[in-house]
């Protein structure tokens, strides 16, 4: 779909800073973080609504897999999950990492605003293979 930011970052013509890839799905960290780890899994191919995903299943076990190796690399206590869709009209998951400790919220987003890449690194070795 034209002028979709998310097809363009599937397409690798859109900067992201991606740590997990496979052939259905890719997740980045979110650009305007809500906390540190704060990420997007989006479907390759371009649907509306999550809900119009022919297999929401599977999408939903690659979140569930990539929540389970995230929380303890991030020392998060658990991570919540949104549907909103509003801003990019693409089909997308937040998975965002929610702390017992307060690690400091506005810290933890500067991290990932400002030193973007040792997060996405260290996400993506963490996550294995399947990254380009
Ligand atoms: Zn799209």
Redesign the pocket.
């Known amino acids: 779909?034209e002028n979709?930011v998310?097809?363009e970052i599937v397409a690798k013509k859109a900067p992201a800073f991606i740590v997990y890839e496979d052939d259905e799905t890719i997740a980045f960290l979110d650009r305007y973080p809500q906390t540190l780890g704060h990420l997007q899994l989006v479907p390759k191919v371009?649907h509306r609504w999550i809900y119009e995903l022919p297999d929401i299943g599977t999408f939903f076990a690659t979140a569930q897999k990539i929540i389970r190796v995230i929380i303890p690399v991030l020392e998060a206590d658990h991570v919540t999950l949104g549907t909103f869709g509003r801003e990019v009209k693409?089909a997308h998951l937040w998975i965002v990492p929610q702390y017992k400790k307060e690690i400091g919220l506005q810290e933890g987003k500067q991290r990932q605003q400002e030193k973007p890449t040792q997060l996405a690194q260290l996400l993506k070795e963490t996550l294995g293979g399947g990254v380009s």
């Open positions: 779909m979709c998310f097809c371009h693409h």
